[in-house]
Every structure is written in C-alpha cells, then in structure tokens.
C-alpha cells in the first residue's frame, strides 16, 4: 500500500523558499557516454583465458541428481566446458568460462566431456531426493561430486589474515553510472542481462524454517532475495572445542581465514567474509563478488552443528558426528553462488592433508601455502 | 524546467515526456560527514501486481538481479560511495516492456549494513528521485523530481517513490517513506522474504 503523505518539503508552500534551485543550477546533466558490452551474469571468476565455452543452462535436459551411484564431491564450477562439477583431483587446471544465460542452443547433455550443463528445461529437473545420492553427473565436464582423496593433518596454530594485496573493491560503479546511456534519440542499451532461471530440484528454505542437511538431502538453495540480503553466519555450537577454517573466492581471489582469532576479507573496512573464532559471516549485500567459500574443521573428535542462520531467521543445520584421527580436518559445509542464489552443501568429508590438501580437493588451487596449514599472505 | 513533486504528490509521465517509452530513474544523495564508516546506498525497484505484491522474487530488481525476467526493469549498477554528481545509481524501466500483470513499479533505497555501521537516513543529505525520458534525456522539461528533503531520521531504507499504470497510462508517485527495519523491512511489506 502507498503510504499517505504526511509531509511537504518547505519549497511547497506557497511563498517558501526554494531550496533546490541551487542543486538545480549545479547538478549535472547526465551525458551521452558509451555502454559497455553486456556482463555475463554468472559469478564464477571471470579468467581472462577461459575458453569460450559458455555454461548453458537453460536447455531441455535437466540435471540428473538422483543417482545413487553418484559419489558425494565438492561442486566446482570452473571447468572450461561450464560449469564443471568434475573431482577434485581433475581441476587442477581451470580456467573459467563466464557464463552466458542465453546461451546457444548449446545441446544439454551432461554425460559428455565438454558438454555445457543445462538444468532448465523440462525434461529433466535436478533431483536429490535419491537415497544417498549427492549431486552425481556423469562425464569429464559434468558435475562431479566424487569425494577428493584424503591426506594427514595438523592443528590451526597461526591465523593468517588475508592477503593486503587482496583489498579488493566490491561493486565498484560503473563510470557510466552517473551518466547512463542517454543517447539522444535511442533506446537505452541493456547492459544486464536477465539471470537465467535458478537450478530446479534444489530444495529452497522460507521464512523462519528449520532445515537439517543430513547425507540424504546435503543440499539447500537459497533464492536471490535471501541470497543477497543481510548477513549469512554459520557458527559452531560444541562442546567440543574445534577450529575453523574458512577458504574463499572473492572477485576470483581465493584466500584462506583461520581461527581462533580469524580475520577479515577482503579488508576489515569492508569485510564480506568475516571469521572470529569458529563465527563465520558473511555480507551478502556483497554476494555478486563472492564466488564460493568453504568451511572446515578441526579436532580429534567432532562434535556438534554447524547452523547457519539467514536474516529472515531461515535456520540451515550441519550435524557434525565423527570420531576422526588427531590431526584430521572435516570439510563440514561449502556454499556456491550460482545465478544469483547461494547454494550450501553439507560435505562431511575427512581430509588429513593438512588445509593445504583440503582446499586444494575443492579446487582452491591459487592459495599459495608456506606450509601444509599456513598460507603465503 | 522539472517538475517537481512534493511528497505524496502524483503525475502522468505521459503529460509530462509524450510518448514516452525509455524512463531513467536516478537517485540521488550526499551522505553528510560521519565517523569514518563509508556510506553504502543501494536502489532497488520491485515490481508489483495488482495486490501490491511482488510478482516473484525474481521481479526484484537490485544488486543481487540486475533485470526483471522481462528485461524491462533494469538496474544500471551500484555505486557503493555516493560520491560525485548527478544520479547516484540509476534504473531504467522500458515502458513497453512491462508485462502486463506489473501494476507498479516501486523504487527504493537502503543503507548497506547500516545496523553495524550506525547509519540512517538522517545522515544522508539531498536525497532525490527523478523520472526523465531516456530518448530526450537533456530535456529538462521532461523530468520529475522529487526533493526527499530532511524528513528522514532513523530509517535505514526509504521508498523514494513509484511508477504505476493508470489505465493506459504511466504516473509517478512521490512516496518518501522510511522504514527503520532497513530492506528487509522494506522488501517484507511486498511480499518478498529475506529469510
């Protein structure tokens, strides 16, 4: 409903005087300026040399979840062909493809190498419903969800803050903001273009719901809107005492935060990705820079949940249940924003590779490392 | 010479820029002086059907989805300073786009964490909207503008003002309401769940 005036600026009334003609005669006309070529829409990181493959997702054939025979794996979305799913082992090299929602008739088929991965058509609809099937895709480039291969551990000892080279400015406008296309005469030039539709047959969350990720249904999308609004935290609630570490990519920038004392990315003036001891928020008024993020911990037993709480109060729950080796590292959650909407995964996989070889079995290979769990800042 | 509204204050845009099809809507303002916290502002615009609800969550339009699903509503990008002049962020709507069941279009802003950096709109100085044809647009006298004037105290985000169909054709409305609940609040009354 409109709400009913209740106020009228002074200029209003007759014989008041004007106070904006000053910023009248000041204000500057917007000017005829260039519009840039269209932006791809999907997040992933932009790389320069990525082939041009574009991910399609908009075809008839649907993303087929549901196998039981599918491995549980990290989601990766950098594969040249699209959006790549493929084991961790296999990302190695990655370079990026943006992705373009409108797509050619790229065919949908996820069971050959290259083939663009389309989830929206009506034939297939992404399912998870199967018992114990995880995300499975079939195929080199198809979405693979295998788990990565397991390596030995140490304690979190040190916290590294994140690189200062990473102070990274977050939706920096345009220069043609102030001045938007206006060209006389012609219709303005779309520089956006629609997201296209989210992925089907991931399960959403509404309002205040209660939602508990178990190895049966590991997944869990949020839309746009509860996607971008507010701050994301996923704490830790234990008696076991834990520490957490979160990788990241922001802007393409990959990095590591480590507690107990945490830190702040990409800076503390502006920080998107914020961990102080096992707290992990995240601003998603800045989600179109963020990428993706992981969550791991560490403890000779673990105990506990991991909850993550939404500004709606949408409460997401990891329980954790592991009798693990000393030294062992548990990627307990990651979170992907695909087309706008952040999609959090329970991993509950053991790496005992130190956080160096945990990071890297989900594809965060440009974190340079001084050792097994210190990162290069 | 613009038009200028007062707040509640309404106009056909079809009266003001005849045979308009191509609406920019910028917003502006000048965060005043703070402790040193940077002033993040973000537009929005949602797009509403005849219960005054959002169409969907997709039909909200902000920094999270730049474009309606029609691609009428289109937000051209977030300025995260307002530092500068002219428009601070700017949407522009396609008039002949708008699919029909979209009654009206309803413009916004809002301060980004504004409850961790203490911010409202009482600190924020010359907030305006304007409504100018995009095909013409050095024409003054095909603009709309509304002065939001000081009114704001508390509120975290504010409804600068809408655009709705009036039969056949396209008004303005000046609004100037605030919301103390920040966008969350906001997106809330229209149908639309942060959570």
């Known amino acids: 409903m409109t709400p009913a005036p209740t106020h009228a600026p002074a200029w209003a009334t007759p014989g008041a005087t004007r106070t904006d003609l000053p910023f009248l005669r000041h204000r500057a006309r917007p000017r005829p300026e260039p519009t840039p070529e269209p932006e791809p829409t999907i997040e992933r990181g932009a790389v320069a040399s990525a082939p041009a493959s574009p991910l399609s997702l908009d075809g008839p054939a649907g993303l087929d979840l549901a196998s039981p025979s599918a491995p549980a794996a990290p989601l990766s979305l950098d594969a040249p062909g699209g959006l790549d799913l493929a084991p961790p082992d296999a990302v190695a090299s990655r370079p990026s493809a943006p992705a373009s929602p409108s797509a050619p008739a790229a065919p949908l088929s996820l069971d050959g190498p290259g083939a663009p991965l389309s989830l929206d058509g009506p034939g297939a609809p992404l399912s998870l419903d199967g018992p114990g099937a995880p995300l499975s895709l079939d195929g080199p480039a198809a979405l693979d969800l295998s788990r990565p291969d397991a390596t030995p551990a140490a304690p979190f000892a040190t916290v590294t803050p994140p690189p200062a080279e990473r102070n990274l400015v977050h939706h920096a406008a345009p220069d043609s903001v102030r001045n938007v296309a206006v060209g006389g005469g012609g219709a303005p030039a779309t520089r956006h273009r629609a997201l296209p539709p989210l992925l089907r047959g991931f399960p959403g969350v509404r309002g205040a719901e209660r939602r508990v990720l178990t190895p049966d249904a590991p997944v869990v999308m949020l839309d746009r809107v509860q996607s971008g609004v507010g701050p994301l935290r996923v704490a830790l609630a234990s008696s076991t005492p834990m520490g957490m570490a979160v990788a990241y990519e922001l802007d393409g920038h990959e990095g590591l935060l480590r507690g107990p004392v945490g830190g702040y990315a990409p800076s503390h003036h502006r920080p998107v990705v914020s961990l102080s001891g096992t707290t992990l928020d995240v601003d998603l008024g800045h989600v179109r820079g963020l990428s993706r993020f992981l969550v791991m911990l560490r403890a000779v037993t673990f105990d506990g949940t991991l909850v993550v709480t939404t500004l709606g109060g949408a409460r997401i729950e990891v329980p954790l249940a592991h009798d693990g080796d000393p030294g062992e590292d548990l990627v307990a959650l990651s979170g992907y924003v695909v087309r706008g909407a952040l999609t959090l995964r329970a991993e509950m996989d053991v790496q005992d590779d130190g956080l160096r070889g945990a990071t890297a079995a989900y594809g965060y290979d440009e974190i340079t490392w001084r050792d097994r769990d210190t990162p290069v800042r | ?195």
Do not use: C
């Open chain 2, 1 to 195: 010479m613009a038009v200028n509204l007062s707040k509640g204050g309404n106009i056909s845009l079809t009266k003001v820029a005849p045979g308009l099809v191509h609406a920019g809507v910028g917003l502006g303002w000048d965060p005043r002086t703070t402790d040193g916290a940077p002033f993040d502002l973000d537009a929005s615009a949602i797009l509403l059907d005849a219960s005054g609800k959002a169409l969907s969550d997709h039909h909200f339009v902000f920094y999270n989805n730049l474009v309606d699903p029609s691609g009428a509503v289109e937000h051209q990008g977030d300025n995260t300073t307002g530092v500068g002049d002219g428009d601070d962020e700017t949407i522009t709507v396609d008039l002949s786009l708008v699919p029909a069941e979209v009654m009206r279009i309803v413009v916004l802003a809002s301060i980004h964490d504004a409850d961790n950096r203490r911010q409202n709109f009482g600190q924020v100085a010359d907030a305006y909207i304007r409504v100018y044809d995009l095909d013409d647009a050095h024409n003054d006298a095909k603009v709309v503008k509304f002065d939001l004037g000081e009114d704001a105290s508390t509120e975290t985000a504010l409804v600068f003002g809408e655009i709705y169909r009036n039969g056949t054709d396209w008004k303005f409305r000046a609004i100037g309401q605030g919301y103390a609940s920040g966008l969350a609040g906001v997106i809330s009354d229209y149908g639309l769940n942060a959570g």
